[in-house]
């Protein structure tokens, strides 16, 4: 019921010359740094129907130096600023509980429509998720630090930014977060009957896969609501499936006159009438490879003399009287003799031969297919 893991990684890299490599050194001039992770999780069934999944995730990584930054009047910009060495923690943990069902669906056609149709059944997983992380920005931990100053133009500007920011395996997350994951999986198959399964029945997928998934953050201050993401997955054979993706914006928009600049306001679409989501992106991609046995199985037919039914013939173990068998010392000096249209002589224990003792040459060979669209929103009425 319980599991635990542990990942473990370590990493040395450096960018120098030749020359100069193996006098560099191993902590100011060699980028170096681990990385821990250790993943706890756990299912068990609630009321005989629901499945709870907790689950916990460390991670702890290890630094060798960390960047302060300031920020440079004359670049008119916050750079890095003083490099110090030693060795440093940075970690964070999360938690997670879930819980999901599988419900079942099933529809009959009516009789007036004919028998060709035997069943249609809608699979329906529902899932909430409950997360939890605290907020390692905090003053306490010392993974994050507000800078203040004065740019050219003499305003009082503050950003947070970590020392451990460019570290390879990043830095600990700023802010809390406690947010509810709702999470929609549909299913939907049609049996038929066909005459071309021995059952007589046959399985057709009509919606191979469409989810819906957003969450809501408690923690956070505004626009607590994430973007609504819906997937759909259409299978329409063994070897081609299309997939289609789309992102829906669960906020409003207003004009801002004096900046003269759209703004998206903290106001949740529904509220204002303007229903649940308005498309922010959408795409969709799909992919086939044809090869060797592509076009065989779609227009070819069954060959009698196929080496699949017809084993190669054992050069060593003939029947046949005339066949003449040339011990390996005379391998190079004969060649196999042609009579009738039958090859005899000698013939090597690499390869495949077909019935009548040719060597089969197969030119194996794939082409692949690929195709992917994105599109994206410009400007838009904000009225809408």
Known sequence: KISMSYNGYLRNSIDTKEDKLFKSSLVKDWRNAMQHQIPVSAT???FKYLNISPSFNYTERWYTNKVEKAYDMQKKQVVARDTTYGFYRVFDYSTSVSASTTLYGFYKPLPFLGDKIKMIRHRFEPSVTLSYTPDFGASKYGFWKDLMYEDQYGQTQQISYSPFEGGMFGTAPNGKSGSVSFQLDNNLEMKIKSDRDSTGERKISLIDKLSLGMSYNMAADSFKWSDLSVGLRLKFSKSYTLNLNGTFDTYTYGYDEATKTVRRL???RWQAGKGLGRL???????SYTFNNDTFGKLFG???NNDDSNNPPTDPNASNDPEFEQISSGEEGNQQGKMEGGRLRGAKKDTGEFDS???MVNKVPWSLSF????QLRYGDFDPSK
């Open 266 to 268: 903290d106001i949740p």
């Open 370 to 373: 690929s195709y992917s669209m």
């Open 356 to 358: 009548y003792g040719y």
């Open 301 to 303: 037919k069954k060959d």
């Open 44 to 46: 068990f069934s609630l």
């Open 280 to 286: 922010r992106q959408t795409g969709t991609s799909f």
